[in-house]
Every structure is written in C-alpha cells, then in structure tokens.
C-alpha cells in the first residue's frame, strides 16, 4: 500500500523561507517520479515540481524555479521542497504525488499526500 504524508507547512513572512518534506513508503521507486503541487483556494491544482526518483533529474514550474529546489533522500525514503524567497502568491496546500511517468497534469498522479498548509503573509 502506497502512503505518501506531508509536512514542514506553517505561516511564514514575504521572504522567508520553508522546507516542505513527504515520507512515501509502498513504491517500488526506481520506476516513479515524485513532484510538488499546490492549490490555493478556488483555483485549480497545479504543478510545482517534479524529481526522477532513480535519475535525480529535476523540472520546475516557471513561477517558482529558481526559488525552490525540490531534493529526496533515497535512504530515508524522503522527498522535499526546500521554498525560499516565498510570495504571497504561493499561500497554498502543497501535496506530494508520484507516478511512473514524467508529467506536469495533476490528473495523472495516482497516488497522493493529504497536504500542508503554507501561508506567506504579505
């Protein structure tokens, strides 16, 4: 069984910095990509980033590239989202998701965390 759960979400100033991390257990890794989605209040879920679990090839989103990095640590079985210089804009719930294939569509992701709340205070 699949379990992806989230944390390291909180209130943080126009700035600052937060590290977001996902514990996954049940995947056979060498075959999946993990990324980082978001989605804020009535609007749609949308990507962040994305790590080739086996490779470490990494893909951002263009609103956040160059401020966040999205790392794992395959011992520990561990993905994050290290977040700085963070906007208002990027008040959302962050979800970890994986999947076998590469892509940016949230709608191809089987399997989910239950989210963190990151809140950037103007």
């Known amino acids: 069984q699949v379990q992806m759960a989230e944390s390291g979400g909180g209130l943080v100033q126009a700035g600052g910095s937060l590290r977001l991390s996902c514990a996954v257990s049940?995947?056979?890794?060498?075959?999946?990509?993990l990324g980082w989605f978001r989605q804020a209040p009535g609007k749609e879920r949308e990507f962040v980033a994305i790590i080739d679990w086996s490779a470490g090839n990494t893909y951002y989103a263009g609103s956040v590239k160059g401020r966040f990095t999205i790392s794992r640590d395959i011992a520990k079985n561990m993905l994050y989202l290290q977040m700085n210089s963070l906007k208002p804009e990027d008040t959302a719930t962050y979800y970890c998701a994986a999947d076998r294939s590469f892509g940016t569509n949230h709608r191809q992701y089987n399997y989910w965390g239950q989210g963190t709340q990151v809140t950037v205070s103007s």
């Open positions: 049940g995947l056979s890794f060498r075959s999946y990509f």
